[in-house]
């Protein structure tokens, strides 16, 4: 019985957690976090903007851009890596600060590379 509950509630839900990934959020205190890049991209992500997709062209054509359009993905994904750095951080200084040293060098060789990338596209 209890196997059901966790999967309709979702992970976060084990051990009488939270019963939505915003009520995780509001416990962990990132509540503006959560309103800042859930909401837009599961706005994104479920369609919710596909009017907004329709764009008069020259008057007479009507064109679409598709709807899982690579428009704004750079920006998408830095502010993935950015959760993703935060994160990483958080347990780095919260729980192994004795690895502190080591996450820098890894950022400065894996993930700041990966970032210049990301800038560097254009016409996104």
Known sequence: MKDNKI???????LWDGPQSVRGVALY?????L????????SNDTHGE?????????????LQLTPLRSPQGLPSMCRNACQQCNTMTLFIV???????????????????????????SIQGL
């Open 49 to 61: 903007g596909a009017i907004k997709r329709a764009m008069n062209g020259d008057g007479k054509i």
């Open 93 to 119: 200084h919260g729980l192994l600060p004795h690895l502190k040293e080591e996450a820098k060098q890894k950022y400065l060789r894996d993930v700041k590379p990966g970032l210049v990338f990301i800038d």
């Open 28 to 32: 962990l205190k990132m509540g503006a």
């Open 7 to 13: 999967r309709s509630c979702g992970w976060y839900s």
């Open 34 to 41: 959560y309103e800042a890049l859930y909401r837009s991209w």
